[in-house]
């Protein structure tokens, strides 16, 4: 499956940002789907996941409240509504796929992933 993340951009603090990932290739109902970021010197960090049709949900405890994930199959398209943005979620985000479970998503964990978008959020 192919990744293309977008909706990135530059937002003051406290702003929302929606970010995409269109897939293309097999159905992406067949994989669950993680958003992960990376900011500069860091480790890549897991941020959301999403079961194979949307039920299941995890986020890490920095965005939870935050950061809604959801996914439409039918669009092969799956999201990340960011609300509340703070100076210390600026970062390159990307969405991964993966073919096994939600549960054990990491950033060394995903099957594909897609070229990222940048996030930056001003003070």
């Known amino acids: 499956v192919q990744l293309q993340a977008s909706g990135g951009g530059l937002v003051q603090a406290g702003g929302s940002l929606r970010l995409s990932c269109a897939a293309s290739?097999?159905?992406?109902?067949?994989?669950?789907m993680g958003w992960f970021r990376q900011a500069p010197g860091t480790e890549r960090e897991f941020v959301a996941g999403?079961?194979?049709?949307?039920?299941?949900?995890r986020y890490t405890d920095s965005v939870k409240g935050r950061f809604t994930i959801s996914r439409d199959n039918a669009k092969n398209t799956v999201y990340l509504q960011m609300n509340s943005l703070r100076p210390e979620d600026t970062a390159v985000y990307y969405c991964a796929a993966d073919g096994g479970s939600l549960l054990v998503m990491g950033a060394n964990a995903m099957d594909y992933w897609g070229k990222g978008t940048q996030v930056t959020v001003s003070s």
């Open positions: 290739g097999p159905p992406l109902s067949r994989y669950v």
């Open positions: 999403i079961g194979r049709f949307g039920s299941s949900t």
